[in-house]
């Protein structure tokens, strides 16, 4: 019987024991070493060989991931490990590092209840740490840490005893004060999460010459620093690996530290879920009860030649076995299993039956999006997994030959369902396809995989930047005049303060909550009382308020109001960009008595007139995206560094000393910053790194404001002047 056999029948025998199982995902910035050191746990639970960890990559399953060094999906890897005389079964979801890919981390922490997150010694927590550790104490996900690279201290920097401790005592106490600046509002944490040395919940060593300590594993091989400092600095690196593994140090550190899932749902149900919390489902949930109702969350979908689309997520509730009828949530009928399954990185085992508390892969889900909810009763689904930063670069894409644009349509809504970060239009009429995204890089791997994957070429048009609308000003009160004149829609307009802006792209205030529960959410940002208690639409991050009295025939005509609303948002009236943090109040109507003359033509047409007009009398400008730039430079290379961020149109916010280098942080637009990996190669004759990430939108400087928009109304077809009205750039 093969070793993978034999682990399969192992994870099969300890599924059915909640308290043994432990979900986890392995988080960092990019280039930290976490698929390195997944290797090294593979290897530790007899997956792959000890010889090849560390350079095999085994998580890097698809061809373009090895090629360019990096994690671009999160894969999913269950193993087992013996901790106190007890075998624990550990599923596993290496996720991406990169900015780009942000979206694979924010899905993978709704499925786990722990994230090891993986901090580089030499550079610390990084910007995209940050963003890891927010993602998953948003999903009430417990963190520990593992401090990697230390070798790098010890031979490349030739740190003594004493510099290293102050070093990695700095790394951890960074580390601690994001886990308490973000978990501080959080009341359904029982206890402290914050990492401790001494707790046993951090780990330091090497993944790349497969060596690892921590407090207790010190104590129980008796090892300490300067045994380790004295093994690595004669390069015995091979007999630190055999008297400390790394593998043996990290699973201990996870079944010791990470809440089962009989611990952790109790918690995270209240926290991802809005149902009756009263219900049966509820406490079948909280139970991890293998024989209630089946309740599986969709945390991604990808793409098997031979399986089909194959679902990968959590079950909550009940057990998944093939053949089962299942709901899914958002859409009719039901979807039926055919398939159920355990992922062994890039090998998927099929097995007879998935219970409550494991992560499942499942065939035959059609309907799934990364993010349904698939159950075997109709219920509540659970809350939408809410991606921290939206789309800001969008290219083109053409199919080269006609016959092949079926397929590149079906290739694309297949990208759409597995990657919920990209947006996707699809224009019948023209045949071009623009595919929004979080990045250069996101959208060149998404072309490339059409190409390479779908064989199917395609020519990709140049990057285009995705641009927003908001008014500056409160706008008086406008009218609207249907084409009929018989019906007329008053509205003003006012700039949303930020933190209600945050509050609805955190997901935090929706249209799918109780309206008391939202009313209190929009208080508690900052909203006036009479205010939140007239919302009658969110759309994006802008808010309509119904201000009307009485009003005879409003209550039947508001859909079409909406509908008015929501299609002179999605294109402004500068430059047909998205129109973001506007709060409208809709203060009077004047309505015809006979519904023939205030159908769908008349209604539409005055609510966006009035829409548009609102906006021009608030200044309505263009914002554009911009970019935090982190560049880590050798001193001789500073100028030159900080340079290529000015040249950008950009701002330079802070240059300080980190070991021997410098680092130049600043922030720019993502549109000045296409290219900016050549430039700043050859600006620094490659010896820079640099990192970005996205930080919202600022207003365009007003002498930039027409010369942009006319190049983007050119650039959709529109006619190039703009209303008369608009004469304040």
Known sequence: MGRRKKIVQECERLMDNPEHIRNIAIAAHVDHGKTTLSDNLLAGAGMISEDTAGEQLAMDTKEDEQERGITIDAANVSMTHEYED?????????????????????????????????????????????????????????????????????????????????????????????????????????????????????????ALYKWGVSMPSMQRTGMDFADIMELEQNDKRQELHERTPLSDVVLDMVCEHFPNPVDAQPRRVPRIWRGDPESDLADTMRLVDEDGEVVFMVTDISMDPHAGEIATGRVFSGTLEKGQELYVSGTAGKNRIQSVGLFMGSEREEVDRVPAGNIASVTGLRDAIAGSTVSSVEMTPFESIEHISEP????????????????????????????????????????????????????????????????????????????????????????????NRHNKFYITVEPMDQEIVDAIQLGEVSMDMPELERREALQDAGMDKDTSQNVEDIHRTN?????????????????????????ALDDGPLAAEPVQGSLFRLHDAKLHEDTIHRGPAQVIPAVRDAVHRALIDGEVRLLEPIQDVRIDVPSEHMGAASGEIQGRRGRVDDMYQEGDLMVVEGIAPVEEMIGFSSDIRSATEGRASWNTENAGF????????????????????????????????
Do not use: C
């Open 392 to 483: 800001v670069i969008t290219k083109s894409v053409e199919a080269q030959n006609m016959d092949d644009l079926p397929k590149l349509i079906e290739t694309l809504q297949q990208v759409a369902k597995e990657d919920p970060t990209i947006q996707i239009e699809i224009n019948e009429d023209t045949g071009e396809h623009l595919i929004s995204g979080q990045g250069e890089l996101h959208l060149e791997v998404i072309t490339q995989r059409i190409r390479d994957n779908q064989g199917i070429p395609v020519i990709t048009g140049e990057p285009i930047v995705v641009f927003r609308e908001q008014p500056q000003e409160a706008s008086r009160e406008v009218e609207g005049q249907s084409p």
């Open 543 to 567: 808010i309509l308020i119904d201000d009307t009295k009485g009003i005879q025939h409003l209550n039947e005509t508001m859909e079409l109001v909406l509908e008015g609303l929501q299609e």
């Open 86 to 206: 007890t075998n624990h079964l550990i599923n596993l979801i290496d996720t991406p590092g990169h900015v780009d890919f942000g979206g694979d981390v924010t899905r993978a922490m709704r499925a786990v209840d722990g994230a090891l997150v993986v901090v580089d010694a030499v550079e610390g927590a990084m910007p995209q740490t940050e963003t890891v550790l927010r993602q998953a104490l948003r999903e009430g996900v417990k963190p520990t840490l593992f401090i990697n690279k230390v070798d790098r201290l010890i031979s490349e920097l030739q740190e003594g005893p004493q510099e290293m401790q102050e070093r990695l005592l700095s790394v951890i106490a960074d580390v601690n004060e994001l886990i308490r600046g973000m978990a501080e509002n959080m009341d359904d944490i029982p206890e402290d999460w914050t990492v401790s040395v001494e707790d046993g919940t951090v780990g330091f060593g090497s």
């Open 698 to 729: 600022r207003v365009l400087v007003d002498n930039l404001q027409r010369e942009k928009i006319m190049e983007i109304r050119e650039r959709k077809g529109m006619k190039l002047e703009l209303p008369q009205s608009i004469d304040y750039f």
